[in-house]
Nanobody
């Protein structure tokens, strides 16, 4: 059974940084797409960043490019999201998701496995 457990959320002032972690288990880590989504109250779920665990290729939403960095530690089966220059509009519940890599990044992840989420709150 695939399990994804997020951690690292919290409250920070605008301009600050946070690093989210996602501990993954239950699948062949080296052949998946794994990434982050977020959902703010009253808004649709939004893909943030994703990585192909087999080759390290990454994909980012325009809203977070140059501020967020996705990375992986294959030895620990752990995904990270380093978030810098945080803005109040980054406030959301952040979810880790994983799915077999099909080349469609966020579309692949929407059909995959999900964690329970970790809250990120950015105050102005």
């Amino acid at each position: 059974e695939v399990q994804l457990v997020e951690s690292g959320g919290g409250s920070v002032q605008a301009g600050g940084s946070l690093r989210l972690s996602c501990a993954a288990s239950g699948y062949t880590y080296s052949s998946y797409c794994i990434g982050w989504f977020r959902q703010a109250p009253g808004k649709e779920r939004e893909g943030v960043a994703a990585i192909f665990t087999g080759g390290g290729s990454t994909y980012y939403a325009d809203s977070v490019k140059d501020r967020f960095t996705i990375s992986q530690d294959n030895a620990k089966n752990t995904l990270y999201l380093q978030m810098n220059s945080l803005k109040p509009e980054d406030t959301a519940m952040y979810y880790c998701a994983a799915a077999p890599y099909g080349g469609s990044w966020f579309a692949d992840l929407l059909l995959g496995y999900w964690g329970q989420g970790t809250q990120v709150t950015v105050s102005s």
